[in-house]
């Protein structure tokens, strides 16, 4: 049982270290780095993706007249067909007018264009066996949730795929999945694997979620190594899954992004380019929360999710704040009673400050008691989880100290008080 305990966060604020100056001295200029440009004219060449709704009665009349065109040219060439299990020309079933939608938006609606591509789509997945790849087992239990996985969802309910090709630095892992080309293809077919289970949880219908959020973790990735398999992956997902990602987030961006971007850029489409958002490094769950809820992101990346958490059951919300430079914040739990057991998870994006835990007893003249000494936490550090059975009536202070920093950190935490049941 839960006790509702009321939740306090007070800070204790001391001088910005930036505004600390001795006297007749004067600020230094900013200076940009290469990252920083980089983001600035990334940003400046791709405009913030508008995700379609699919309701027809959205289109603009060329549109719904380009939509029919296709349906009519698709079915005098080709007859009825489906994808995903869904009729393509359906009578009445939105579902199919949504899939269509997605190839006429590829190509800006240009129906020969987007009757060629959704033709060359269909074969391609009879050729390659898409529609069974979900049944097949093949092999790459050392990948599964490390290179490639589907984990939890965004604020707007779509599905995230996470993409982390660190782990092939290494040449022997290298070696042992694309050492030749009957590895490359079956990695391929692994991955086409992973999206098709993404896909699998899509609606495709007006107005609900169709498409998947990328999160691509661009640390230690072997650029010139991965080149060839990266090269067949972007032009495989953009010639067969037409508009199936709302937003691509690049995470732990490197200082040669810049030819990593050049090398992938004419595979992509200026509408494609549009759903990038770029995060270097030390900065990656205050991007990710801009768009998932700390408790759905990955312990890795700075959230609280663990795998774990799917055995556990519906786990509380998190609560987000804020720890600004030079400030120390304590939340503070308060009404736990005698007997009760307090759980909590807290993180802070990049960490590189200080933290303790503390119980405070109701009882005048108790002492105070350290439940985990203040300690240095550092950057690469997950989530905390720790929990502590009381004997006496108190209250929990948790506290994160950042007074030696003047960076602004992005921070979660979750608590749960159970009540031990009386013994009858």
């Known amino acids: 049982m839960e006790a509702a305990s009321p939740v306090s966060v007070s800070a ?37 993706f508008k995700e379609d709704t699919y309701h027809t009665s959205h289109l603009k009349s060329s ?23 869904i009729p393509l020309l359906g009578n009445g079933d939105e579902r199919g007018d949504v899939i269509l939608l997605k190839f006429l938006r590829a190509r800006d609606f240009k129906v020969q264009e987007s009757l060629t591509m959704l033709l060359k789509c269909l074969a391609w997945r009879k050729e390659f066996g898409a529609d069974v790849v979900l ?35 290494d040449k022997e892992m290298y070696e042992k999945i694309f050492g030749d080309d009957e590895k490359l293809k079956k990695f391929l077919r692994w991955r086409v694997q992973v999206l098709e289970r993404g896909i699998k949880l899509l609606q495709f219908k007006p107005g609900g979620i169709n498409s998947i959020i990328q999160v691509t973790d661009l ?14 992956i972007l032009s495989l997902f953009q010639d067969n899954y037409p508009e199936m990602v709302a937003r691509k987030i690049f995470i732990n961006v490197p200082w040669y992004f810049s030819m990593l971007y050049s090398m992938f850029s004419p ?41 774990i958490d799917a055995l556990s059951g519906s786990l509380k919300p998190a609560s987000e704040f804020t ?38 007893p ?24 720790n929990s502590y059975a009381t004997k006496e009536a108190g209250k929990m202070v948790i506290s994160v100290d950042n007074t030696t920093s003047r960076k602004r950190k992005v921070a979660a935490y979750r608590y749960v008080v159970r009540r031990t049941s009386p013994v009858m």
Request: aromatic share 10%; net charge neutral; proline share 5%.
């Open 219 to 232: 640390k230690d990735m072997p650029k010139r190594e991965l080149r060839v398999a990266s090269n067949h």
């Open 63 to 85: 549109e719904k007249k380009a939509l029919q065109e296709l349906k009519d040219r698709f079915m005098s060439s080709h007859g009825p067909d489906s994808m995903w299990g």
């Open 362 to 385: 109701n009882a005048e003249g108790s002492y105070t008691i350290a439940v985990e000494k203040q300690r240095r936490v550092v950057a690469n550090e997950e989530a905390i989880h």
């Open 323 to 360: 720890v600004k430079g030079g400030e120390k914040v304590n939340i503070q739990i308060e009404g736990i009673e005698a007997g009760a057991t307090i759980t909590w998870d807290i993180v802070v994006g990049g960490w590189e400050l200080d933290y303790s835990a503390e119980f405070i």
């Open 267 to 307: 595979f992509l489409t200026q509408r494609t380019k549009s759903k990038f958002v770029i995060s270097k490094e030390g900065n990656v769950a205050e991007t990710l929360y801009k768009f998932i809820r700390p408790e759905d992101v990955p312990v890795r990346y700075g959230g609280l999710s663990r795998p």
């Open 135 to 169: 049944e097949e087992d093949l092999g790459f239990k050392e990948l599964e949730g490390v290179v490639a996985y589907m984990h939890g969802y965004d604020k707007e309910g779509h599905p995230i795929c996470y993409n982390a090709y660190g782990v092939f630095k």
């Open 12 to 48: 204790q604020q001391t001088p910005q270290l930036q505004d600390i100056q001795t006297p007749g001295s004067s600020p230094k200029p900013f200076k940009k780095g290469f990252v920083t440009s980089l983001m600035e004219a990334a940003a400046l060449r791709t405009p913030s």
